[in-house]
């Protein structure tokens, strides 16, 4: 039949066709489409005892609309990703039900009981003590598999030339890593900040260090990455008693450098502070970037146990995690500017009354967090320079 695009009236038919779901003809369904690129649809009988998700994958940028045409192929990356996820944390990801790949289709489990996480944020609700933690874990546990120390090195060549993912690879590196520095029709910002948004597309120190950051994304193949890691990419609740932590939306998996992924997150931790640091809210925000890299580091160090190549020694660990913990701290920074200067912003800061004194502090970490990300050599040096921000 070929590719299709699904709209509401067509789940209840599209689930039956594909053999999801065979009791009761009663399916209601909800469009629940968040994120920039997609679509998602919640599926539930009339009488609330089952639900599904169905995510697919749009010809183009969801809100951008036809005229930034992206293949919908995106959607196998996303599902080869989930199954690499499922072999090693399966805890940490949702449910997946089944991939259509004629119609870049995944159907999974809903998640309505639970929260993103950046939403739970905005309304004043602290992390809780095991979100950042589980985090961190679930990008050791996906990065030491995915690695050469967790992985044969044929079955690793294999896995990078099948992730490989040229169009989000290029979104990234452009609206992420190159954009915000130079003049580009994408940007755009908040008038109170003019000033700053022009010294940094003139600051050619900080333009060399994003280039550094942009060139070891295209080419350090570390690991498995999730490659969009951010706090709208995590959802969070309780079940049965159980705090639940779930990562989803990988669709801009590919390999590359593991501090991608933890910077990311680090990056909209430090804007979340931010944000409640504004409205008088923090809570637990301080300690989550030391949450997430211990629990990180003691994850990958307790895998490092089990590495196949045992060629690398534990002087070379330290000296790999050294470098992840610089890079992810570049790569938090690069994160944190283009969401206030580049193409898609946070509502952590565009939903604040006032969301100036909060960006600007921002923008100014983002920065020290490149440029001076070689000098800060722990949490505490973070911390220091969060607080110097005037
Ligand atoms: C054109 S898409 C812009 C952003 O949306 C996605 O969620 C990624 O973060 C991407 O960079
Ligand atoms: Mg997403």
């Known amino acids: 039949m070929g590719y299709r695009i699904l709209e509401t009236d067509d789940i209840p038919g599209y689930l039956r066709e594909r053999g999801h779901w065979t009791e009761g003809t009663d399916i209601r369904v909800r469009e629940v489409s968040d994120g920039n690129m997609n679509r998602v649809f919640l599926a539930s009988s009339g009488d609330g005892t089952r639900s599904l998700a169905v995510k697919q994958a749009l010809p183009w940028v969801r809100v951008a609309g036809p005229s930034w045409p992206m293949n919908p192929d995106r959607a196998d990356a996303e599902a080869r990703a989930y199954d690499q996820v499922a072999k090693v944390a399966p805890d940490k990801i949702p449910a997946i039900h089944g991939y259509d790949p004629e119609n870049y289709a995944l159907v999974m489990e809903d998640m309505s009981d639970l929260e993103v996480l950046r939403t739970r944020l905005n309304v004043g609700e602290p992390y809780g003590p095991h979100t950042s933690a589980r985090i961190g874990e679930f990008v050791a546990q996906l990065s030491f598999a995915t690695s050469d120390f967790g992985m044969p090195s044929a079955e690793r060549k294999a896995l990078i030339a099948t992730s490989v993912s040229p169009e989000l690879c290029e979104i990234t590196e452009d609206v992420v890593l190159s ?200 949490v505490d040096a973070v911390r220091a320079a969060v607080e110097s921000l005037t």
């Open 179 to 378: 954009e915000p520095y130079i003049e580009h029709e994408h940007n755009h910002w908040h008038e109170g900040l003019d000033d700053l948004a022009a010294a940094f597309r003139a600051d050619g120190r900080l333009r060399t260090e994003v280039a550094d950051l942009r060139h070891t994304f295209m080419t350090s193949a570390q690991a498995l990455l999730h490659g969009d890691l951010h706090t709208g990419s995590v959802m969070v609740g309780e079940r049965e008693g159980t705090h639940v932590v779930r990562v989803f939306d990988p669709e801009f998996s590919f390999v590359g450098p593991v501090g991608y992924d933890l910077g990311l997150y680090w990056a909209n931790v430090l804007v979340a502070q931010e944000r409640a640091r504004a409205l008088g809210t923090l809570s637990d925000h301080g300690g989550q970037l030391r949450l997430s890299w211990d629990a990180f580091e003691a994850e990958f160090r307790r895998l490092w146990a089990t590495r196949i190549d045992t060629f690398f020694d534990d002087a070379y660990l330290d000296r790999f995690l050294r470098r992840v913990w610089t890079e992810s701290l570049g790569y938090a920074g690069t994160e944190i500017v283009r969401r206030i200067i580049g193409f898609a912003h946070l509502t952590d800061l565009t939903t604040l009354p006032d969301p100036v004194p909060a960006s600007r502090r921002a923008l100014l970490l983002g920065r020290e967090l490149i440029v001076r990300r070689a000098e800060l050599p722990d």
